[in-house]
Every structure is written in C-alpha cells, then in structure tokens.
C-alpha cells in the first residue's frame, strides 16, 4: 500500500518537473531556435531547410516576422530610388579605422601592454565596419543583410578591451580635453564600450525593472532610462522599415572583469563600492546626482543593459544636431508653442527646411515611432550633414519609451496630427502591421526573442503597440476626411502597391 503511494508520488514528482523543464525550458528553447532560422535570406523560407534535414518543422514556416520582411513593402526598391550613395567612401574609412587602430595599439605599448589578445588592424570582416561601409541615404543598415544579425550577437558577446564614460561632441570633435567634458549624466549613466575588434558602443544599464510601470506622478524629463525600451526601439524601427536606430543588443556585463578592470579611468574605477547586501555597484561622475542612491549595481557582478553600435566617427560622418520644432518644454509650468497654436505647423510648413523635401514627412515618422514607445523626450534630433534636408533623422536615445504601457500619449502624435501628412510608404506599412497575418504586436513579440535579454517587453506593452497603432491609422483617417488624399497622402513609391486596399479608403483610391 505504502510503496504504491510513493510510486505514485514519485511519478508525480517527476511528471510535475517535466512539465515545469517543457513549459519554461524546452519551449521557449524550440522557440529561439526558430527564430534563429530567419537570419537565412527570405528565399529559404518556405521550402524549409529543417524540413528537408528530416527534423521537426517547428513554427518556422509560420514565422509572421519572415512572412513580413518576405512582403513585397520590404524587399529592396533600388530600382525605383536608385542605388544609395553611401555615408562613408570604403578607401577613406578603412583608413581612418587603421590609422585609429594603431594609435591605440601604439598607446598599449607604451604601458607595456601587449597581450596577443589584442589585434594591430581593423579587419573588413569584422561586422562593425561591414555595417559603417553599408550606411547609405536610404538607411543605417539595409534590409535582410546578415551581417546585421552578426553585429548584434557581437554586441552580446564580443570581449571588451576598454570602457570609459561619454564623451560629449565637443570632445569628440577633438575641440577640448575629454577629462573635461564628462556629460552630466547620473540620472543617465551610460558607458563607452571599446571592443576587442575595435569596434565601439554605449551601454545604458537596468535601471528599472520591465514590470516596472513608471509612476503616474513623474514627469518626462525626470523619468529614468530603461534599456530594454533601447533593445525593442531598434527593433520596432526594424519592422517599421525605417531601419534609422543604430543596432542595439542587450548584454549582461560583469561589472568586476568587464568594466573595473578594464578601464584605465580612475575617476570611474574609483565610483565602484560594494553594498550591503555585497553587490559591485558603481556610479558616474557628473555635475548633479552623482550619489550612492544613484549608483546601479550587479548581482553580485553581473547587470543587464543595452548596448547601441557606434556610428562612423564624426570626424569621418559628421552629423548636425537640431531642435525638434515639437519639443517639449522641460520645466513644470512652460508651455511650447505648438501646445497652443492650433495653426503651428502652418508656420513650420512656411520654414526651411521643413517647406520642402521629405524633413517634415521625417519629422512625422519619427513623431508615430515615438508615439508606439510612448517616447516624450524627443528634444533634438540628428542627422547626417551629407545627405542634407532630405536625409532620414537617427532615431537616436529611445530610452524613454515603454514607460506606462496603460496610457497612450496623444500629444506625441501632434506632428501628424496638427499637420495632416504622411508618407505613403510609411502608411502602407502601418497597415500591414494592423492586418492579424502581420500583427505588430506578433512581430516584436517575435523579433525581440532573439535577443540574449529575452524577454524584453512585457505582454502589455506589446498589446500597447497594436492599441496605438490603431490610434494611428485613426488620425490619418480624420486627416483625409478633413483634407482629401492628396493633401494628406505624399507619394514616395508610386502606385506600385496600390493593391493594398485592406479594405479601407485610407490608402487605395
Ligand atoms: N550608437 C551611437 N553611435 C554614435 N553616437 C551615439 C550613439 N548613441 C548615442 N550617441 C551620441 O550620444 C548622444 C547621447 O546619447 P543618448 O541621447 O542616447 O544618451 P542620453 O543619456 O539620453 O544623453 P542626453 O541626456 O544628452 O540626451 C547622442 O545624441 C549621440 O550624439
Ligand atoms: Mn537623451
């Protein structure tokens, strides 16, 4: 009788272990796996290269990620635009990145540091410099590319071989001493990190949990940073085709081996202390808040951040900083014009450069993708001086969205709103993304479980996405109501996708 009873504890035992090992082990496993499958060019896609080697299909073939980058909106339209001039020439870029690489090594070897470790030249094949060289006027990265995928597991893993605090432009413009000129950020701590291959990248730290909702009471501009708002910007921008977010990863850092030890800035080694409940914790050097309470720590060592590839140096990709006209105002009472003025953006759409070319259409994308995140910090923006007025905004610093996943801030879609246009490329796709085969929401969720701090977004911020999305479409339906197609619509693909109707009058004629 008793051995019966344990024979049946036992096997309840193990088949309640089995289940919990399937539901959060082998599952979610099966399902980085198959999403790991879709950095095989589209072509593969449906005749399923796992099939073929005998193995499980998996969901591969039900990828809605794959089925989306495979849509005709996202395959190349070079022969439409024509090919795209790229930011930096090859020659000159490759060597100034040597030219770099040999300073440094030359630096190492006066301290007597010459480990093997470290390479004396940058090498074409390293995923950083594949991805400076492929900056063009249409994009930071092109589409289905590999080496992008490569860059981002590089970011994750790649060993670092220096790291130190930011520098602000004027430092690395090389116009003063960079001892001097350590931005104050305590609030915003973010590290320099110099990799072993020479590439480069700033990590922003876990500041805040992702269940974490910020509070109702905090304004914008004292909301911290999250990293994981960093992670999933660069990939919403992804899938909205906009491919204008510097591509970011998620790591865990030691904090001991990876940062302490490796840099040579005593201002920034000497900020590591250890608390109370015996964590390595560190904090920034700064002009304000620069306390312990500020500090982030590891546990004990390590802690997860996000980590954004650097662009080309500005010496060699200059870049200009400009006002956004819908910035916010960053005190309590202040109000900024365009809060105010319902006729705003007339007078925006009357001053250079926003009275012609594409920059105010930019300024609208960038006002929807800010709205999906729930982004209010859009102070400046920056883009590159030699693509000019027309070229595409870098989606810079998206660490303040995904902060309340229950509230959609209206406000940020003023752009849009207030003046009544957007890019029909830019529209079609918003409506792909709302169609239930291409689900935005479906999508990310997809798209961010490739990365190494899966999950990234919670389940209410994804479903945030599709609310907001509608949200969208609905502004630009009342703005044709109001105003017609032509005013509203501003063709940038011709009739091409014409097809597209989704039922709607929003986009076919
Ligand atoms: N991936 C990158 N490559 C090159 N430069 C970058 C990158 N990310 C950020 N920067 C530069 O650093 C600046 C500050 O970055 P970011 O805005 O993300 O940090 P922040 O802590 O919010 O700083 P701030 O308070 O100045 O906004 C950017 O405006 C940009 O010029
Ligand atoms: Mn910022």
């Known amino acids: ?83 795209g001039e790229p930011l930096v020439e090859k020659d000159d870029a490759v060597k100034y990145c040597n030219y770099k690489a040999k300073a440094a090594n030359r630096r190492r070897a006066r301290r007597g540091d010459t480990g093997t470790k470290y390479q004396s030249r940058v090498y074409l094949a390293s995923n950083w410099l594949k991805f400076h060289l492929a900056i063009d006027r249409y994009g930071l990265y092109p589409r289905l590319e590999p080496f992008i995928d490569d860059l981002l597991e590089d970011l994750a893993v790649v060993d670092i071989s220096d790291v130190d605090y930011t520098y602000d432009e004027k430092a690395l413009n090389g116009r003063c001493n960079c001892k001097e000129v350590v931005k104050p950020s305590g609030v915003h701590l973010k590290l320099l990190l110099k990799f072993q291959n020479f590439g480069k990248a700033i990590f922003k730290p876990m500041k805040q949990k992702r269940e974490d909702e910020t509070p109702a009471d905090v304004f914008y501009f004292v909301d911290i940073q999250r990293h994981n708002a960093e992670i999933a910007a660069f990939h919403l921008d ?34 590591f202390f250890i608390s109370p409940e015996n ?37 060699i990709a200059q870049r200009e900083l400009i006002e956004n006209p819908w910035s916010r105002s960053y005190t309590f009472a202040d109000k900024k014009e365009w809060e105010t003025n319902p006729n705003y953006c007339e007078k925006i759409k009357r001053t250079p450069p926003y009275n012609t070319g594409s920059r105010l259409l930019n300024v609208i994308d960038m006002a929807i993708f800010d709205f999906l995140t729930g982004n209010m910090d859009r102070h400046h923006f920056e883009v590159f001086t ?29 752009p849009l709103i207030q003046c009544c246009r957007i890019k029909k490329s830019t529209l079609l796709r918003l409506k792909l993304l ?21 999950p990234v977004l919670t389940e209410p911020h994804l479903l945030a996405l599709d609310r907001r999305l509608q949200a969208v479409l609905k502004a630009v339906q009342k703005c044709l109501q109001q105003h017609g197609f032509d005013d509203v619509i501003k063709d940038d693909v011709g009739d091409e996708f014409d097809y597209m109707d989704f039922n709607s009058n929003a986009v076919a004629r």
């Open 279 to 315: 964590n390595v914790c560190f904090f920034a050097r700064c002009l304000y808040s620069c306390k312990t309470e500020y500090a982030v720590c590891g546990k004990p060592h390590l802690l997860e951040g996000s980590v954004s590839a650097f662009l080309p140096d500005l010496h």
């Open 238 to 271: 992804r899938i909205l085709d906009f491919r204008r977010v510097p591509p970011v990863a998620g790591r865990k850092l030691n904090l001991s081996r990876e940062v302490r030890d490796l840099t040579r800035n005593e201002d920034l080694k000497g900020t």
């Open 434 to 454: 709302s169609q239930p085969d291409y689900r935005l929401s479906d999508v990310m969720r997809e798209s961010l479980l490739h990365d190494a701090l899966s």
């Open 386 to 414: 030699k693509f000019g007025k027309d070229g595409y905004i870098i989606h810079f610093d998206n660490a303040r969205g995904f902060g309340k996943h229950s509230h959609d801030e209206l406000s940020i879609l003023a």
């Open 1 to 83: 009788m008793w051995g019966a009873r344990s024979r049946f504890l036992i096997v309840l035992l193990f088949s309640t272990a089995f289940t919990i090992d399937l539901l959060f082990n082998i599952l979610p496993k099966l399902q980085q796996r198959s999403i790991r499958n879709l950095r095989c060019p589209c072509e593969e896609s449906f005749n399923s290269s796992a099939v073929l080697r005998g193995s499980p299909p998996l969901n591969t073939t039900l990828s809605k990620l794959r089925q989306l980058f495979s849509h005709p909106l996202y395959r190349e339209q070079k022969v439409a635009r024509g090919t």
